[in-house]
Every structure is written in structure tokens, then in C-alpha cells.
């Protein structure tokens, strides 16, 4: 099934031992494939769809008794898994432009101080949400205890399913689960801050004639 990654324009080569990049195994059953070209945005379809059956080669050592039920499983894990790459790619773009933010304040011709603290209070928000995704780094660093991060139930719970034919554990399912709701939680704070807090303070760098920063449209109010 497809991939739950980001989109990536440069994925380098693989390396002979590496899977490559793809989703949950397909259940048996019936499918259609086709071929079409696009050459400058244009599709042209060359071979209509045709049917195949997909059958299992059989050989699993613990074969899922209910296929649809762990199918279903390990479809929410991967679009539980599409949303937190997602997400984590965001967080990523927001922190490298508040950066620039942050530069852009010391280019206006008066700084303000209150444009600085902004950026800073946006700065921390990120801190704490890197925090509770991926836990904290210091910690493991010394390697005392601490709490599994969103990003460790995650790949935990993702891990061993992908190529598994096998039905999910008790532990995999309750890992989801806990993973599924932290993460709600500060999807809640990702969303605010990208539709609330980084375009209110846009608004004050271009009112204040701040350099270009990345996704900020420039006012011009001349003829």
C-alpha cells in the first residue's frame, strides 16, 4: 500500500539491504493495475486496468486468525503514522522560520522589543512540543528514566507490523492508543500555532517593515 512519508524530491539511493519505501502489506484478494505516462503534466493512459488476484504464499509462522481486523489495525497505524510525519515535518519548517523571524527583528530600523518576545514565546512553545513528541533529550542523554515519548510508542507500535502477516499484540494496540491521544493533544497546540500565532506575528514584522521572511506576502501600497 502507499507510503505514509513525506513527499522527498531527493531520496538518494538505497542502500542493497534497505527495504524500499512503501506501506502496510495488501490483503488477498482481487486488485486492478494500469500504466499511464505523464510527460509536462500530461497523462496519457497506455494500458486500460486490468484485473489480477493476489493469493498468499502461506508459511507464516502465526497467521492472523481475522485478516480484516488486523488489516484495519495496521491501516490506523499507518495513517496514525502518515499525520505524525506530517506534523513533525511542520513543526521542523515552523522552527527554521521562526529563525528568520527572529533575524528579521534585528534588521528593522527600530527593533522593537516586543517583536523579539514574541518570537521567543513561539520559540518556547516549540521547545516544549519537541519535548513532549520526542521526550526529553537530556535525560536520555544522561540515561536516567523517563517516559516513553509520542515517537517512541509510535515506533514502537509501527515497527514490526509493517511486513508482518501476524495479528497485533495486546501491547502494540494499547501503545497505539496512548500514542494516538498525546499526539491529538499537540496536533491541538501545532494547529494554533501555525494558523493563529505565526501569521499574528507576520502581520506585526510586515507592519514593521521587517525583511522578507517565508510565507509572509509583502504590502505595497504605492501606484
Same mark, same amino acid.
Do not use: C
Given at each position: ?31 486492478? /493495475?494500469?500504466? &499511464? ?5 500530461? *497523462?496519457? =493512459?497506455? /494500458? *486500460? ?12 509462522t502465526l497467521p492472523a486468525s481475522d485478516k ?5 489495525? %495496521? ?29 528579521? &527583528?534585528?534588521?528593522? *530600523? @527600530? ?7 514574541? /518570537?521567543?514565546?513561539? =520559540? @518556547? ?44 499484540? &495486546?501491547? @502494540?494496540? =494499547? @501503545? ?7 499526539? !491529538? *493533544? =499537540?496536533?491541538? !497546540? ?19 517593515k521587517a525583511p522578507y521572511t517565508p510565507?509572509?506576502?509583502? %504590502?505595497?501600497?504605492?501606484?
Amino acid at each position: 500500500m502507499p507510503s505514509p512519508s513525506p513527499i522527498n524530491l531527493n531520496p538518494g539511493e538505497k542502500a542493497p539491504w534497505e527495504s524500499p519505501d512503501g506501506g502496510r502489506l495488501a490483503l488477498p484478494g482481487e486488485y486492478t /493495475v494500469s500504466l &499511464t505516462k505523464v510527460i509536462n503534466g500530461t *497523462a496519457t =493512459e497506455l /494500458v *486500460a486496468p486490468q484485473k489480477f488476484k493476489l493469493n498468499s504464499l502461506g508459511g507464516s509462522t502465526l497467521p492472523a486468525s481475522d485478516k480484516q481486523a488486523m488489516d484495519a489495525y %495496521v491501516g490506523q497505524a499507518a495513517e496514525l503514522e502518515r499525520a505524525w510525519n506530517g506534523a513533525t515535518s511542520l513543526l521542523g519548517d515552523v522552527n527554521n522560520t521562526l529563525k528568520l523571524m527572529r533575524q528579521a &527583528t534585528y534588521s528593522i *530600523a @527600530q527593533p522593537a522589543t516586543d517583536l523579539l518576545a514574541d /518570537v521567543k514565546a513561539l =520559540e @518556547q512553545k516549540i521547545k516544549d512540543m519537541n519535548k513532549a513528541l520526542y521526550g526529553d533529550g537530556v535525560a536520555s542523554k544522561l540515561d536516567k528514566p523517563h517516559a516513553p515519548s509520542v515517537a517512541d510508542r509510535i515506533y514502537g507500535m509501527s515497527y514490526d507490523i509493517w511486513s508482518s502477516s501476524s495479528a497485533p499484540t &495486546t501491547t @502494540q494496540k =494499547e @501503545q497505539m492508543a496512548i500514542a494516538g491521544k498525546l499526539f !491529538k *493533544a =499537540e496536533l491541538a !497546540k501545532l494547529k494554533q500555532l501555525v494558523e493563529v500565532d505565526l501569521p499574528a506575528l507576520d502581520r506585526k514584522l510586515e507592519a514593521a517593515k521587517a525583511p522578507y521572511t517565508p510565507g509572509r506576502l509583502p %504590502v505595497w501600497g504605492g501606484n
